[in-house]
C-alpha cells in the first residue's frame, strides 16, 4: 500500500485513503506509511464485488452444498451455477470460471 501510494503521490494525488479503520487521510507517503505500520489484518475494511465459496460444490456432501452437476446434495431440484459454486476464491475476476460453470450446468439440464 505504501509503494501505492509513492506511485500515486508522484503521479500527482494530493490526498492518500485507505482501506483500513484508523489509517485517515494523509497528505505524505510518510503520514500514511507511519498510520499503517501498527495496523493488523483486522483494521482492514474491504469487499470482495464477487462472493465466491458459500455454496462449494464437491462430491463430500459434509464439504459441499451442491455436487458436480450444480444439484444440491439431499433435496432433489435446486441447481445452483453462480460463483458461490467455487471450492475457494479464485483471488482473480471471475467471471469466465462462472459464465463457463455456469453454461456446463445448464446444458446438462436441457440435454
Do not use: K
Not at 53 to 65: H, I, K, Q
Not at 82 to 111: C, E, H, K, W
Request: aromatic letters at 6%; one cysteine or more.
Amino acid at each position: 500500500m505504501v509503494l501505492t501510494a509513492r506511485v500515486l503521490m508522484e503521479g500527482g494525488a494530493h490526498t492518500l485513503l485507505a482501506a483500513v479503520h484508523g489509517v485517515g487521510e494523509h497528505r505524505s507517503v510518510e503520514s500514511f506509511a507511519a498510520a499503517l505500520a501498527d495496523r493488523t489484518i483486522a483494521d482492514f475494511a474491504l469487499y470482495a464485488a464477487h462472493p465466491m465459496s458459500s455454496c462449494r460444490m464437491g462430491l463430500d456432501p459434509e464439504t459441499s452444498v451442491i455436487g458436480v452437476d450444480g444439484q444440491a446434495h439431499g433435496l432433489p431440484g435446486p441447481y445452483i451455477a453462480d460463483s458461490s459454486i467455487f471450492p475457494t476464491s479464485l483471488g482473480v475476476n471471475p467471471q469466465y470460471t462462472t459464465m463457463t460453470l455456469s453454461t456446463a450446468i445448464t446444458r446438462n439440464l436441457v440435454n
